[in-house]
């Protein structure tokens, strides 16, 4: 007789491997694997609600508005022209200036609009100054990954810890922060190191390729000036509130004498503010701006959630809790384990659904040891663990099929040549820093 | 088409949707496209002036300056038609005048562009002649690799009609690349 835990495994399995093959849109895999689970009575409603995790999807939700809202503007374009003449036509600093540029909006906003708006740019810099533009996309890709990695709101891995871990955005920035820079810099090293040579042109064509950028204009991106200056200051705003999410009530107190100095917002709660003000402000028309909420992506979300919570439910995450801890002595031990283990399977699997898949992991695991350096090592291996391979991360998608629609070939192997030791790299060196945070 | 490139089509329209269309469409506005990037050998251009070109704007000496090399030819017509309309209705005399005074202005105008030319880098010849403005230009741009051609060419610019008639139809009908200020 089949058991309901293994019923619920196999649901689990077949729904993340059609979310891997993607013959069926993800978010229809992972709706139908939930609904399996919900017709099965393995989730039922009373405990459905407490599963679908509010904060991540409400966080994705304004986030996405901010980001659609502010898109209209030519923001993103502006920021992508600028740079480009930043590099005054020398390859490098293209590769330098674009990586940095890229891993500091996706660090803030979400990585796709950040590739997807500035990957046509970098095709663009790359045709003009005639050298092969898969480099510049790969760095683009890594730098995206890596710069998610180093905020809250940079990669929606880190979204789904912070939510369902209740951690702060100014953990993430001085915890992951640091990891992320120094990934970052050696990451460039390593692109300086086996494509450096390969990145020279002569200073007549270097005085072309200025010349070519400073022919484009940055203010002809601007598509309203007035909307772009509310954008900026908004999401400026909004970066500030999420700096001061968990002390809000303190500063809040000085000038409203009736608010909680303990009170704190959610970083749900300040992306829907922010969404909130930049729509008021802006009178951007709301049935535009709500159409293009990715509603696919946030199903996505909601289904993986219930999927898990069916894991939860049928105690098949508690019996891997505890095979874990009695394999696992020490948190130096587990976080070594969470780190290599997220990192390659996000690799193979994508780092949301493993992500959504090992958050209850840890959560069980927090009756027997201190499972705070547990979400670090979490947040590094799924984040860092989206270079590893073609399709581990949204971002990485994004680039490659762009540079397959304009008919650059970049293969698995050539990803996962670059991605895999990137990925080993990185991993390495931020669990050494998260190594010396918590364990010395 | 291999697993792994209809894998990564499908992940990418699940992904993205129909943005990067509008990505593209937002980019296609101000990027040059591929057949825009190829920069055209050019050796001569022709400017042609007449009593309607008041003024050079700087941009154009800047523009122009960016083909190396290059020789602009600078021509002066005088409408043959006005000229013969003139000596017949009112007299052989005042058709003369009228001649001397448009030879007079286009000489001063052809000096005036052809100096401002000089001191932007870029040598010049001067010509002035008598004919049909449309047809000789045609004519002249064929052994030219560019035209300049006034937007003011041929008659006064209005509100309502910032280019002359006589400058779109010239336009329309050149084979050549053609710069319209």
Known sequence: MIS?????????????????????HRAVAAMAGAAVVVFLGIVPWETLLHHLDLGTILLLMGMMIIVNTARNSGLFEYIAIRTAKLARGSPLKVLIFFSIVTAVV?????????????????????????????????????ASNVGGAGTLIGDPPNIMIASSAGLTFNEFITIMGPVAVVDLVIILGIFIAVYGKSMKVDEHERQIIVRTLDGLDERAAIQDRVLFNKSIITIAFVVFLFFIHSSIGQYLSLIIPFVDPAMTLEPAEVALIGAAILLFWSRESPELIFEKIEWPALFFFGG??????????????ADI??????????????????AWFSAFASAIVDNIPLTAALIPLIHDLSGTMDVYPLWWALSLGACMGGNGTAIAASANVVVLGIAEREGI?????????????????????????LWLMFMV | MGYYTSLIQRKFKDVVGKRYESVLREYGEFLLSEEEMVVPEIHSILLPLDIFVKEIPPSLYEVLSAYEGARVSLVYITDAQVYSVISEVLSAGAGEEFMRKKEEYGHVLLNQVSGELAAAGIESTQ???????????????????????????????????????LAIRIA??????????
């Open chain 1, 409 to 433: 070939n970049i293969t698995f192997m050539d990803f996962l040549k670059i991605g895999m030791f990137v990925l080993v790299v990185t991993v390495a060196v931020g669990l050494g820093i």
């Open chain 1, 4 to 24: 309901v835990e293994i019923l619920a495994i196999v649901v689990f399995i077949i729904t993340y491997i059609l979310i891997i093959d993607e013959r069926i």
């Open chain 1, 304 to 317: 993986l959630f219930i999927l898990v919570g069916a894991l939860v439910e049928t105690g098949v995450i």
């Open chain 2, 127 to 165: 010509r002035m002649f008598t004919g049909h403005k449309g047809e000789d230009i045609e004519k002249l741009a064929s052994s030219h690799d560019l035209v300049a051609l006034a937007k003011s060419y041929g008659s006064e610019k209005t509100e309502h009609y910032p280019i002359s008639p």
């Open chain 1, 106 to 142: 996706s660090a803030f906003l979400d990585n796709v609009t950040t590739v997807l708006l500035l990957t046509p740019m970098l095709l663009y810099i790359a045709k003009v100054m005639r050298l092969n533009p898969v480099p510049f996309l790969l760095a683009e890709v890594l």
């Open chain 1, 321 to 338: 809790a505890s095979f874990m801890i009695s394999h696992v002595r020490t948190e130096g031990e587990a976080m070594i384990l969470i």
């Open chain 2, 172 to 181: 329309q009908r050149l084979k050549k690349p053609t710069i319209l200020f």
